[in-house]
């Protein structure tokens, strides 16, 4: 089924990505997953090729494209490829709608350009060490000094993706308590100068996949935080978090879609030149039936994911939406890629093949953003149960 979702401009732009990552990334790659990050400039190396501000509005220094299409191509790039892009979707999918809705127009000046730019790169910590997918738990906490002109905020934060390298980090945090009625009532989000005093950079996470993310444990210890830098109205965070939940849902379900269809790709190119007694893996029934399986669950996930970007751009995607659509591409992709891993026997577990780095990288998409069964809850309630 042919796709219909981009044009002549996304094609033009999908050729000089792929031709970057060929030149720039594919290279270094494996340093790369050494070193736990790419080098602090590749984000300025994507600023200045537009990449990082392709929705930031003009005014600041972006490229003003309202459709998420454009975003959409690096991740299918990127995932054909085998390679990754450190916190990039973080930075370009995730926190720039929170700055873009609820910024004031003195923060978008402040802050806009540098994140188009790769000047400036933010994180979002939401996540704590007893808190995961339920924010309502949410401990770390900030008070208003006497004077009402700074927030002293302390507590603790995990899993944060860029949390090393980040310049600006949107700190979800506790400004007033919450109430028997209202669980979620009290958070409010900061933007944290990584310079201020008081806060550090805690343990380095080494996970399984994803080796070139940084993904830290942060900590705040009476950090001294503007008013000024308050993101929207002070306990306001949960509605916000909801409402841009969505989109980081969805840049999960086309991250997912992008990996089934590069796991297909380069199963498809093993078995047809590896040969098992005497004749090609390509040649054996079982081969054809696994693959004939894995065409029709990435077409699946695709025509899902593409639906959900036309939403998206439309201004329609809703939470539920954004829930199924995490829910079938994460959990269908894992299948995929598992068995065109096994379709690779031992050299589908050995790290220089791509299809063992996209297995890695994948678990954790029915995890993280919420997990699997918090989609299941999200899509339950939206049918009344």
């Not at 669980?183 to 080796?211: Q, Y």
């Not at 308050?230 to 849902?249: C, D, K, P, V």
């Amino acid at each position: 089924m042919q796709r219909t979702i981009f044009g002549e401009d996304h094609e033009a732009f999908r050729k000089t990505i792929r031709e970057f990552i060929a030149k720039e990334v594919v290279p270094v790659h494996h340093d790369w997953e050494v070193d736990g990050h790419p080098p602090r400039d590749f984000y300025r190396r994507l600023g200045d090729l537009g990449i990082l501000g392709i929705q930031t509005p003009e005014e600041y220094g972006g490229g003003g494209e309202a459709s998420i299409k454009f975003n959409v191509v690096v991740a299918e790039e990127v995932a054909a490829a085998g390679a990754s892009f450190g916190s990039y979707s973080v930075h370009s999918n995730l926190i720039l709608p929170y700055l873009v809705e609820h910024a004031t127009e003195e923060q978008k000046q402040r802050w806009l350009p540098g994140f188009a730019s790769g000047d400036l790169m933010f994180a979002i910590a939401m996540t704590e060490p007893g808190t995961g997918s339920d924010l309502a738990n949410i401990a770390t906490a900030a008070k208003l000094s006497d004077d009402g002109s700074h927030y002293v905020l302390s507590g603790a934060k995990t899993f944060i993706t860029g949390g090393a390298l980040a310049d600006r980090i949107l700190v979800v945090c506790r400004t007033a308590a919450s109430t028997p009625e209202d669980r979620r009532a009290g958070l409010t989000i900061l933007v944290v100068d990584t310079a201020s005093e008081g806060f550090a950079v805690g343990r380095k996470i080494e996970k399984i996949g994803l080796k070139t993310s940084d993904t830290a444990e942060l900590s705040f210890t009476d950090v001294k935080v503007p008013v000024t830098d308050r993101l929207g109205e002070e306990g306001a965070a949960f509605s916000y978090l909801t409402h841009n939940l969505a989109q980081e849902r969805l840049t999960i379900a086309f991250g997912a879609a992008a990996t089934a269809t590069a796991a297909m790709s380069h199963a498809l190119a093993y078995v047809k030149e590896r040969t098992v007694f005497g004749k090609p893996v390509a040649a054996f029934q079982n081969t054809k039936f696994v693959l004939a399986e894995c065409a029709t669950e990435v077409q699946a996930i695709q025509l899902m994911v593409d639906r959900a970007i036309e939403l998206h751009d439309a201004g329609e995607l809703t939470v539920a939406d954004a829930a199924k659509a995490k829910l079938f591409c994460t959990e269908a992709a894992g299948r995929v890629i598992d068995k065109c891993l096994q379709l690779h026997g031992g050299y589908g577990y050995v790290t220089e093949y791509p299809i063992a780095r996209l297995y890695a990288d994948t678990r954790v998409t029915r995890i993280f953003g919420g997990t699997s069964e918090v989609m299941k809850t999200i899509i339950a309630k939206d049918l009344g149960l």
